[in-house]
């Protein structure tokens, strides 16, 4: 623990006697990589890394616990998808420790690694989250903060040696990853064509300068690279010369402006502070955002050399530029680095990722949810013009909405078309489109609608309601619904008649 924490634990966690830890043998306290000779170092480290990370999961994963996990794994598996594990810490002393390394068993993938078993921390002490613009690109503000001076430098000595950052060449590096259109080989080997991707830089801004550029910019990413330190209210961000920003102050901003993720490469961005040896309760930056909304924050656990945190800036930011969902992205970024520097070294667990509970990960949507256009001079076209329509409430001439391109995605979420704030209704609740139906007379473009939610959806017909629930049935013009429950709105459907010109 003294080996990947570097300020020390105020005690050692309890570990059950049915699953004791592996001998590690005795350690001086404190001691370091740096301290013993790299041929020497290089095993003991890498050693002293799987036994701690085999024990955090022997520990976490005592008793019932380890059956739901092995069940989840299971249904995510034969459905083909990745399943994500998020861990709270409701006790301030165990966020140093270093949880991204966790593995079942000696030999086994870090659970941070994984692309199929997709690791995050998070807290459920949170505010709602707020809605979510729908993101067709990457806009990115990168804000460069103040190298330390001599006597605060001198004063963090123990804590950041290495106080010096590279902004500038940072800030370049993040640009031209961004601007980079062929993905990288160690992410993928398939064809993906990256986002649209915007990056603005900010060099050490005030306070009212930063606000003023958040807001305007309509970013939904903030990077800020430069020096930070714990404090109570979610630590110090060093903007300028005698110019700090607390967490708290920035959560206020980043919140109003809906910036999706934040992102910190600044010493102890994932880290506590204390007083009296006790770590203090959500004080961590990353704790502080999440807490007040902010969907997703990556921060460090420690200080991370300039070199590595470039390394991982260029996975990272290239992974998100291919559609990634963020805590994807992430682990993507981790193995980068393993590759990079090697399993003995402790680059790869520095970031810490915190997600919002509410959220899904996706700051881009991937590129299969997408529709697929059929090309204008495909010999498939069947030329019938999709019949416009749309919903309204019921009663009124105001509140419309046209299914622009023949779909309509209908939930609680922001990133649906149509958002309805009920608490019957589920996040992604239904969806409406339409289909070419083959008939003896020709073929008759159709609106369909289907629902994926927990209560179902209700349709007038017939005289009465009827309840439609994970099902797709037909809708003609002028039927009414309801979203999750009797109590809800009613909406209209309602097919336009085709303009004049349109006729034949």
Same mark, same amino acid.
């Given at each position: 623990? *003294?080996?990947?924490?570097?300020?020390?634990?105020?005690?050692?966690?309890?570990?059950?006697?049915?699953?004791?830890?592996?001998?590690?043998?005795?350690?001086? +306290?404190?001691?370091?990589?740096?301290?013993?000779?790299?041929?020497?170092?290089?095993?003991?480290?890498?050693?002293? +890394?799987?036994?701690?990370?085999?024990?955090?999961?022997?520990?976490?994963?005592?008793?019932?616990?380890?059956?739901?996990?092995?069940?989840?794994?299971?249904?995510?598996?034969?459905?083909?998808?990745?399943?994500?594990?998020?861990?709270?810490?409701?006790?301030?002393?165990?966020?140093?420790?270093?949880?991204?390394?966790?593995?079942?068993? $000696?030999?086994?993938?870090? !659970?941070?690694?994984?692309?199929?078993?997709?690791?995050?921390?998070?807290?459920?002490?949170?505010? /709602?989250?707020?809605?979510?613009? !729908?993101?067709?690109?990457?806009?990115?503000?990168?804000?460069?903060?103040?190298?330390?001076?001599?006597?605060?430098?001198?004063?963090?000595? =123990?804590?950041?040696?290495?106080?010096?950052?590279?902004?500038?060449?940072?800030?370049?590096?993040?640009?031209?990853?961004?601007?980079?259109?062929?993905?990288?080989?160690?992410? %993928?080997?398939?064809?993906?064509?990256?986002?649209?991707?915007?990056?603005?830089?900010? $060099?050490?801004?005030?306070?009212? *300068?930063?606000?003023?550029?958040?807001?305007?910019?309509?970013?939904?990413?903030?990077?800020?690279?430069?020096?930070? =330190?714990?404090?109570?209210?979610?630590?110090?961000?060093?903007?300028? /010369?005698?110019?700090?920003? %607390?967490?708290?102050? $920035?959560?206020?901003?980043?919140?109003?402006?809906?910036? #999706?993720? @934040?992102?910190?490469?600044?010493?102890?961005?994932?880290?506590?502070?204390?007083?009296?040896?006790?770590?203090?309760?959500?004080?961590?930056?990353?704790?502080?955002?999440?807490?007040?909304?902010?969907?997703?924050?990556?921060?460090?656990?420690?200080?991370?050399?300039?070199?590595?945190?470039? %390394?991982?800036?260029? @996975?990272?930011?290239?992974?998100?530029?291919?559609?990634?969902?963020?805590?994807?992205?992430?682990? =993507?970024?981790?193995?980068?680095?393993?590759?990079?520097?090697?399993?003995?070294?402790? @680059?790869?667990?520095?970031?810490?990722?915190? +997600?919002?509970?509410?959220?899904?990960? *996706?700051?881009?949507?991937? +590129?299969?949810?997408?529709? #697929?256009?059929?090309?204008?001079?495909?010999?498939?076209?069947?030329?019938?013009?999709?019949?416009?329509?749309?919903?309204?409430?019921?009663?009124?001439? %105001?509140?419309?909405?046209? !299914?622009?391109?023949?779909?309509?995605?209908?939930?609680?979420?922001?990133?649906?078309?149509? =958002?309805?704030?009920?608490?019957?209704?589920?996040?992604?609740?239904?969806? !409406?489109?339409?289909? *070419?139906?083959?008939?003896?007379?020709?073929?008759?473009?159709?609106?369909?609608?289907?629902?994926?939610?927990?209560?179902? #959806?209700?349709?007038?017909?017939?005289?009465?309601?009827?309840?439609?629930?994970?099902?797709?049935?037909?809708?003609?013009?002028?039927?009414?619904?309801?979203?999750?429950?009797?109590?809800?709105?009613?909406?209209?459907?309602?097919?336009?008649?085709?303009?004049?010109?349109?006729?034949?």
């Amino acid at each position: 623990q *003294e080996m990947f924490s570097s300020r020390g634990l105020p005690y050692v966690p309890r570990v059950s006697s049915a699953n004791p830890p592996p001998a590690m043998g005795a350690a001086p +306290m404190g001691a370091t990589t740096s301290t013993m000779p790299s041929s020497q170092a290089t095993g003991y480290g890498g050693r002293l +890394m799987q036994h701690l990370g085999v024990s955090l999961w022997q520990w976490l994963f005592e008793g019932q616990i380890q059956n739901s996990f092995n069940q989840s794994q299971g249904i995510a598996i034969g459905q083909n998808k990745p399943l994500r594990l998020r861990l709270e810490l409701r006790d301030p002393d165990l966020v140093p420790l270093p949880w991204e390394i966790m593995q079942p068993q $000696l030999g086994k993938q870090a !659970i941070s690694l994984s692309q199929q078993l997709l690791f995050s921390r998070t807290t459920s002490d949170v505010d /709602p989250l707020p809605p979510l613009r !729908i993101e067709q690109s990457l806009k990115i503000l990168l804000v460069l903060g103040h190298d330390v001076d001599e006597q605060t430098t001198a004063a963090l000595a =123990v804590r950041s040696p290495n106080s010096t950052l590279k902004l500038e060449e940072e800030a370049a590096t993040l640009a031209q990853v961004l601007k980079n259109r062929t993905p990288s080989d160690f992410i %993928s080997s398939v064809s993906v064509v990256p986002v649209p991707c915007q990056v603005d830089t900010l $060099l050490q801004p005030t306070p009212s *300068e930063l606000s003023d550029r958040i807001e305007k910019g309509k970013y939904n990413i903030f990077f800020y690279a430069g020096h930070g =330190v714990p404090a109570p209210d979610g630590g110090l961000l060093r903007l300028r /010369p005698n110019t700090n920003l %607390s967490g708290t102050e $920035l959560a206020q901003i980043l919140t109003r402006c809906r910036v #999706t993720l @934040a992102v910190f490469n600044a010493c102890w961005g994932a880290e506590p502070d204390q007083a009296g040896q006790r770590a203090v309760p959500r004080s961590s930056l990353a704790e502080v955002l999440i807490h007040h909304g902010v969907p997703a924050v990556l921060g460090m656990r420690d200080s991370i050399a300039d070199q590595e945190a470039l %390394s991982f800036i260029q @996975a990272f930011a290239q992974a998100l530029a291919e559609r990634m969902p963020i805590d994807r992205a992430v682990a =993507v970024a981790r193995q980068h680095l393993l590759t990079l520097y090697k399993f003995n070294q402790p @680059a790869w667990t520095l970031p810490v990722l915190y +997600m919002h509970p509410e959220f899904n990960g *996706e700051l881009i949507k991937p +590129m299969e949810e997408g529709m #697929t256009e059929l090309p204008g001079n495909s010999p498939s076209l069947i030329r019938q013009k999709t019949p416009m329509a749309s919903l309204r409430v019921l009663g009124s001439s %105001s509140k419309i909405w046209p !299914i622009q391109g023949g779909l309509i995605r209908v939930g609680r979420r922001a990133e649906n078309d149509l =958002v309805i704030q009920e608490q019957w209704v589920s996040q992604k609740h239904a969806e !409406i489109f339409c289909r *070419e139906v083959f008939l003896d007379s020709g073929v008759m473009p159709t609106y369909f609608l289907r629902d994926f939610s927990r209560y179902g #959806t209700l349709i007038l017909q017939g005289g009465g309601w009827q309840k439609v629930h994970h099902q797709e049935v037909p809708l003609q013009s002028g039927i009414q619904l309801k979203f999750g429950s009797s109590q809800g709105q009613t909406l209209e459907f309602r097919v336009d008649p085709p303009l004049p010109s349109e006729e034949n």
